[in-house]
């Protein structure tokens, strides 16, 4: 998953991205709502990560007026207000939920999960493609009930096809899901990735139409 | 000692004492009264006698009936020979002196009036212990109505006394069940007149202490606050040292750990110097303080960090300028315009000035950094104020502190252009020692 992290403190920010990459998402970070304003436009975030006290345009604002705007990405507000009425106010504002400091790096990949998963439909944290069985809170591959080791980007990419069984989706979008702005992309990383994945699991698993691009069958 | 049995005390003595005063000056009038009749009686009785010639048979006889012990009435003839005594017993001696005298005998004082009539000398007596006894009657009876409302004036003013206190004693239950945090102010207006003030005074330390209370509370809500940003960096720093999958991770995860802390303690480090600083807390240590080598020392101080930083620090140093103070506070307050100079000056220079002029030390510290939208320059000074282009790792409570010790010291601080126009100057005011 491809998330922005909005948090002035560099501490805290830094901390944030190095654990959310090792639990394998893709993580932009930013300092400020000004920057932040311009990372949503591009809509590429599966979430935002709101710290509400930022410079330059303060994080409330700016989630309100993403929704006005009709701009509906996840948004998981991070912030050290923990007065009732300050949560209150976030949630209605139209965070998706809502995350007090100081926490942990479990329960931040966890609400993450628990917010990509609420808004994607699902209820469970395994997702169930054929004979595919992903955990996604444990990050647990399963084919045909047999545990498969994946790299990082290799579950990544896993996920992101399975999040919609079916859809396909172009390798612009794929590469975009898999690597922040500050790493360099080889120009066949996609297809490299996928290349193990048929190997590690089964060569039909997944399915590339010219012109379409990539999709999971979930069926051999 | 209670007021009201103080009270009762005096005020029955005051009735008992204005009770005995009446008395006796009844006393003494009724003595002058009964003085002036009795001798008049003496008197009479003396003259009717002389105006008759009475053997001492036919006195005896007119004597027959008259009280018996009131008068002593003695007869002498011309040799001297008493003829006549009404009291045989008594020993009445003659009189020295025609006319009124007093006598005193074995039996007793005595007035006595004297007069002769052809060789004879009459003499009448009476005993004052009659008068005196006359005298003492009426005292009594003048006294008697206070000594019998003694009992009764001491109950009422007892009850009305205790009345009246009640109110204390309600006053004083409301404030003893007061818990620390009910500081609003105690109802004034059925408070006797004389209660008031106290009532008033009351109020108003309660209202300070609400003021101070409510301070105090603001600033640990705050200080929590302001924790919270390193105590999440550390634990998030910890949890990737922990979960490092190998050396490298590790070692950068320790190092950014080992940053977050040196952070924390500095956020509490500063805390603790505003606490330090409380207006109230104490009298600032007192001695000849010289700013121009302190700042020297300040400048070397922060040497390193300034080159770490690309930073070329400056000093402008008069001879001695000497200010009385404290010497570790005004140390703090140019640690931290200095640590602030350095920190908000990406590259460039930053200039720290200490000079004596018109009667006042001039500490400054210009830099050439982005300075300060004039209208932020006076919230930064507010503790935890952190302006919208605050610098990475700032507390938002060094400028706060300098502010504290430049009032401690008599002294203001202002936030300026730096000369040039470019970057910002702090400047501290502070009387020189005379």
Known sequence: MRLLLVEDDSMIGAAAQEGLRREGHVVDWVRDGREAALAIANGVYDLVLLDLGLPRRDGLSLLRELRAKGNEVPVLVITARDAVADRIAGL????????????????????????????????????????????????HVKWKRREVALSAREYALLEALADRPGAFHTRAQLEERLYGWDEEIASNAVEVHIHALRRKLDAGLIRNVRGMGYTLAGES | MSMRRRLLFWLLSS???????????????????????????????????????????????????????????????????????????????????????????????????????????????????????????????????????????????????????????????????????????????????EIQPLIGALNGLLARLGTALAQQRQFIADAAHELRTPLTALMLQLQL???????????????????????????VEQLLTLAREDPDARKAAQEKVDLAELARAVAQAHESSAAAKGVALRTVLDGPVVVEGDRAALRTLMDNLVDNAIRYTPAGDVTIKAQGRDGEAFFEVDDSGPGIPVAERARVFDRFYRGETAAEGGT???????????????????????????????????????
């Open chain 1, 92 to 139: 209605d504002a139209g965070a998706d939920d809502y995350l007090v400091k100081p926490f942990d790096l479990d329960e931040l990949s966890a609400r993450v999960r628990a917010v990509l998963r609420r808004r994607s439909g699902r209820g469970k944290s395994v997702i169930r493609v054929g004979e595919l069985e992903i955990d996604t809170a444990a990050r």
């Open chain 2, 241 to 267: 040292a922990e979960r490092a999958r190998d050396e490298a991770e590790r070692q950068k995860a320790h190092a950014m750990l080992r940053e977050g802390i040196a952070r924390a303690a500095h956020v």
């Open chain 2, 15 to 193: 009735v008992l004492a204005g009770g005995l005063a009446a008395a006796a000056v009844v006393f003494f009038q009724a003595r002058y009264a009964a003085n002036e009749i009795f001798d008049y009686q003496l008197r009479q009785l003396a003259l009717t006698l002389r105006d008759r010639t009475y053997s001492p048979r036919e006195l005896a006889e007119v004597l027959q009936g008259e009280d018996a012990l009131e008068f002593v009435i003695q007869v002498w003839g011309p040799d001297g020979k008493r003829v006549y005594a009404s009291h045989p017993k008594l020993d009445v001696p003659g009189a020295v002196q025609l006319g009124f005298s007093d006598l005193t005998t074995r039996d007793g004082r005595f007035r006595v009036f004297a007069i002769q009539q052809r060789g004879l000398t009459i003499q009448v007596a009476q005993p004052v212990a009659a008068r005196d006894q006359l005298a003492l009657a009426a005292a009594g009876r003048t006294l008697l109505p206070f000594v019998v409302a003694l009992p009764l004036l001491g109950w009422l003013i007892w009850r009305l006394v205790g009345r009246e206190v009640r109110f204390l004693e309600s006053t004083a239950k409301v404030v003893a069940s007061r818990s620390p945090e009910s500081l609003e102010a105690i109802e004034t207006t059925r408070v006797p007149e």
């Open chain 2, 396 to 434: 938002g409570l060094g400028l706060a502190i300098v502010r504290r010790i430049a009032d401690r010291h008599r002294g203001a601080v202002e936030l300026a252009d730096a000369p040039g126009g470019r970057g910002l100057a702090a400047v501290v005011k502070l009387p020189l020692a005379s």
